[in-house]
Nanobody, 133 residues
Framework: QDQLMESGGGSAQAGGSLKLSCAAS????????MGWIRQAPGKEREGVAT???????RYAGSVKGRFTISKDKTQKIVFLQMSDLKPEDSAMYYC???????????????????????????WGKGALVTISS
């Protein structure tokens, strides 16, 4: 079974930057859709950013212009560069990917600033990001 592992979480001051990485291991050569989802204490999971195999990216309105999602050449490591961080960005950040056996039909869609996602089969255990004011 494919596994995802996040790294790079930690603490930062408001206005600062952090970079998260997610490495995928398993039989898949690549994934059609990879993304980052976060969950703050007491809140529901929130789509942050997605990136499909064609290079199309989607961002939640709350992070657009501040966060950048990208992949390395192997297509099995995905990054989330976070800049101009705010206390409200504090959350557990999860990396997720679809299954090559059941690729999603769409890699996220943004409606009124909310990034909706579905069909992501593999999830990491999360990386904690804490931003202080």
């Amino acid at each position: 079974q494919d596994q995802l592992m996040e790294s790079g979480g930690g603490s930062a001051q408001a206005g600062g930057s952090l970079k998260l990485s997610c490495a995928a291991s398993g039989y898949a050569d690549s994934y059609y859709c990879m993304g980052w989802i976060r969950q703050a204490p007491g809140k529901e999971r929130e789509g942050v950013a997605t990136l499909d195999a064609g290079g199309s990216v989607r961002y939640a309105g709350s992070v657009k212009g501040r966060f950048t999602i990208s992949k390395d050449k192997t297509q099995k490591i995905v990054f989330l560069q976070m800049s101009d961080l705010k206390p409200e960005d504090s959350a557990m950040y999860y990396c997720a990917a679809d299954s090559p056996d059941q690729p999603v039909t769409f890699c996220g869609t943004v409606v009124r600033g909310v990034l909706y996602y579905s069909g992501l089969t593999y999830w990491g255990k999360g990386a904690l990001v804490t931003i202080s004011s």
